[in-house]
Each structure stands twice: as structure tokens, then as C-alpha cells.
């Protein structure tokens, strides 16, 4: 930790502590934690000061660098080693290469803007500089590869989670969609490295609209962003240390547990459920009522001849106004 770092790990958002303590904990001087929370601010940290009562963190600065991150993380290991860089083709592509490199589990990457980023199956993610969040956390679950896919409905969850703690209600759309008012506000890309009998690495890829207000003509009608809905902005790093909580939380959850609590998590989140939709998947395009969800994020979707079908990847519409 460097001493920013330090001091910041001090503060606290709900309570003021001492400009003494402070000072004690960091061996330095009334005088010169004056002069540092000063500094601190000229970085855009919003610090109350009252006489006899010390400092308060009442707000970050929207910078996503490791110590502004650090001051809001709740985790245990997941964004414990942080990286932040200011333009990258893809955040997925440094998190895997850093992994391969030997990153820790829960290492996070993130960037302000991505000139390449990536949806599923070759599609792009519109991912403009410095108002939204790219993160990419390399994971390493125990697991057979096979039993790896529920991780995309644990990310879902969290991101739902997430939002929902900055006031916005999303529905979760499978496979890895997350929306509001049917517009998509976050979207998933895990990506796996293993063998037959083993996980090297996961990526678990989160893009999340956050302080966009205008999208480009061709998401204008499906692309929404958490200031568009709520109609206020929100401190990236504050969002990012609520996501990092929650993507850890229900890691945990699924490799002690099992798919089945993530998969009921995800369901509350779900609106789509007894609706009619349309499934493409490959080639084959299928109709009927979707039905529930297999623990493995399977899709169970029931025919109008009356069979089910699991669909196990592929993507999905809805009819009008069943989002
Ligand atoms: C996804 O793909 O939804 C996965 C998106 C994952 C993005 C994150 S950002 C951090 C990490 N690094 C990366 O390079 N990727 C991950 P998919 O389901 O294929 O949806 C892609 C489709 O969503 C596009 O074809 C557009 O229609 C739409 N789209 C693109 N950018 C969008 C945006 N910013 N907001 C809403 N919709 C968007």
C-alpha cells in the first residue's frame, strides 16, 4: 500500500475518526494529516473535516485507479491485485494473459475505455472512454471444467445485486443479459482456459453503462445506462467495489454450494419466466413458453407440442412488453 493508499484505508464513509488516531496509525504528524487530506482532495476525494471530530470519506473521486478502489473494497481476495489502464483493445484479453502470467485468483483488470471490446460470438461492446465500467476478474474455481457454466449466472446475479443497491431494478435475461425497461444496461463474456480435467483460468467479463447518457444510433432503442434510469450519475469505483462484493460473495456461494442457490438467486431477478419467446441458437431457431432454469443455466423451454426442450446456449427474444 503506498501512504495514500494507507490513509484512505482510515477513513471511513459513515463516521468521522480522529485527525489524533489518524496520525497515530500513521506515525506522522496532526499537521501533516491536514496537509495530506489536502492533497487528497485536489484529487477529487470529498473528505469533511470538523473541528474535534476528524475526517469523514463522504464521496470518491469517478477515477477507477487501485487506492480509490481500495478505499471502497469489502472483499476478501476478489480485486485484491487491481489493474487500471486507461485504454486497452479488451479488458478479458489483459485479465487472461495476466493470469497466464500467474495473476492471483480474484485479480480484477479494468479500463477506462476498450477500443476492441468484446460481446459473445465476435460482437462488439460499445465500451467509450471514462464513463462506464470494463471489468475483468480472473477467477479460479475448484472445479471440473464441465461444471463451470453457472458462473455466468452467478455474474448476473451479482451485477443485479449490485444495481440494485445503486437503485436500479434490473431483469436478468438469459443467458447473460441484464436489463431495464428492456434495454440492456450490462452484459457478460466468461471465458474459460482448461483441459479436459481442468480449469487454468476463468475470465469472468463485466461490462456495466454506467454514466452514459447518449448511445450511438444502432443501441439508441436497446442500450440503456444506470444515469439514463436513475438520472444521476455514479462514482465508478463505488459501483466497482459493490460489484467486486457481490461477484465474490456468490463465487463462494457456488463452489461451496453448488449451481442450485445461484440459480434460484438468478430466477428472482427474472421476468421472463412463463413468457413466450424465441430462441435462436446455431442455426436452429425454436418457439414456446420458457419455462424455468436447469441448475446448470440451462434454458428449459416447452414446445407447443408439448415437449421440453433444454437449450443450453443461444439467444433469446421476447415478446413485446414481457421483459
Ligand atoms: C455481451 O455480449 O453482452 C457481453 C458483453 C461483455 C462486455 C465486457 S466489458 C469488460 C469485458 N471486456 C470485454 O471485451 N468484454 C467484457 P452479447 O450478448 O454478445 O451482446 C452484444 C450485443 O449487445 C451487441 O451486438 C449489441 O447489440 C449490444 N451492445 C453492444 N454494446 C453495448 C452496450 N454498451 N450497452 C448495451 N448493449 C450493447
Known amino acids: 500500500m503506498d501512504s495514500d493508499e494507507r490513509l484512505l484505508a482510515l477513513l471511513r464513509a459513515d463516521e468521522f475518526v480522529s485527525g489524533e488516531a489518524i496520525a497515530g496509525a500513521l506515525g506522522i504528524s496532526r499537521a501533516a494529516v491536514a496537509k495530506r487530506v489536502g492533497e487528497l482532495r485536489k484529487r477529487g476525494f470529498d473528505i469533511a473535516a470538523a473541528p474535534r471530530r476528524g475526517y469523514r470519506l463522504d464521496a470518491l473521486p469517478d477515477a477507477l485507479s487501485a487506492d480509490v478502489v481500495a478505499a471502497r473494497l469489502t472483499t476478501a481476495w476478489l480485486g485484491r491485485a487491481w ?77 443485479a445485486e449490485a444495481l440494485v443497491q445503486f437503485d436500479v431494478a434490473p431483469a436478468l435475461k438469459w443467458p447473460n443479459d441484464v436489463l431495464v425497461d428492456g434495454k440492456k444496461i ?72 453448488g449451481a442450485a442457490p445461484v440459480a434460484a438467486a438468478w430466477r428472482q431477478h427474472a ?33 407447443d407440442d408439448g415437449r421440453t426442450l433444454r437449450v443450453v446456449a443461444g439467444e433469446l427474444a421476447i415478446a413485446a412488453d414481457a421483459t
Not at 460482437?123 to 470494463?134: K, T, V
Not at 419466466?273 to 423451454?301: I, P
Request: with cysteine.
Open 83 to 159: 489493474r487500471h489502464l486507461a485504454r486497452v483493445e479488451s479488458t478479458n484479453d489483459e485479465a487472461a494473459t495476466w493470469a497466464r502470467a500467474g495473476a492471483p485468483a480474484g485479480a480484477v483488470v479494468v479500463a477506462d475505455e476498450q477500443t476492441l471490446g468484446r460481446g459473445r460470438l465476435g460482437r462488439r461492446w460499445h465500451s467509450p472512454p471514462g464513463a462506464s465500467l470494463y471489468l475483468s476478474a480472473v477467477l479460479r474455481p475448484p472445479l471440473a471444467p464441465h461444471r463451470v457454466p453457472p458462473l455466468t449466472l452467478a455474474a448476473g446475479v451479482a451485477v
Open 186 to 257: 450490462a452484459g457478460i463474456l466468461t471465458e474459460m482456459s482448461a483441459d479436459l480435467d481442468r480449469v487454468h483460468h476463468v475470465v469472468s467479463g463485466i461490462g456495466v453503462n454506467l454514466n452514459v447518457r447518449a448511445f450511438p444510433e444502432e443501441l439508441a432503442a436497446i442500450a440503456t445506462s444506470v444515469a439514463i434510469v436513475r438520472g444521476t450519475t455514479v462514482a465508478r469505483a463505488e459501483f466497482a467495489a459493490a460489484l467486486c462484493a457481490r461477484l465474490e460473495h456468490w463465487h463462494d456461494r457456488f463452489v461451496a454450494d
Open 271 to 303: 421476468r421472463f419466466f412463463g413468457k413466450r419467446v424465441q430462441v435462436t441458437a446455431g442455426r436452429d431457431r425454436m418457439e414456446g413458453v420458457a419455462e424455468d432454469l436447469d441448475e446448470d443455466g440451462a434454458l428449459r423451454l416447452r414446445l
